[in-house]
């Protein structure tokens, strides 16, 4: 599912959101004083306002995957067939790792505004349903 700026969303589960709390005016060093939790019950509405597409970490093993490829497209067939070779060998050795880099499904985050006033941010898609 992709949600879309300006969707209206419900909670998909149940959320519990837990840490230390500072009271407002106080100063930033003074973290750990007080406790909090919030519950959020699943089924609570509210309305996407922000959605972030995270790219995938590329491995080392990927970007020179991504090198050598392009070397061999682009030069490949001015090489001496000994050198094409060993570096289509190279290719192929690093392709299951292309393979498993392409299967990752890109991470999307979004920012939702709780009708109850609550706003979650950088939260996983996944966490919502269509309302």
């Known amino acids: 599912?992709?949600?879309?700026?300006?969707?209206r969303v419900r909670l998909a589960a149940d959320l519990r959101l837990a840490g230390s709390v500072t009271p407002a005016g106080e100063p930033a060093e003074e973290t750990g004083a007080f406790a909090g939790s919030v519950a959020l019950a699943a089924g609570i509405e509210g309305t996407v306002e922000r959605v972030d597409e995270h790219d995938r970490q590329q491995s080392h093993e990927v970007?020179?995957?991504?090198?050598?490829?392009?070397l061999l497209g682009d030069f490949g067939h001015q090489m001496p067939s000994a050198s094409r070779k060993q570096l289509e060998e190279q290719v192929g050795a690093l392709e299951e790792q292309?393979?498993?880099?392409?299967?990752?499904?890109?991470r999307v985050t979004v920012r939702?505004?709780?009708?109850?006033?609550f706003v979650l941010d950088d939260v996983p898609e996944e966490a919502f349903a269509c309302a």
């Open 63 to 70: 970007r020179e995957y991504l090198r050598l490829k392009s």
């Open 1 to 7: 599912m992709t949600l879309n700026v300006g969707q």
């Open 98 to 106: 292309w393979v498993a880099y392409q299967r990752q499904m890109l």
């Open 112 to 117: 939702v505004r709780l009708d109850n006033g």
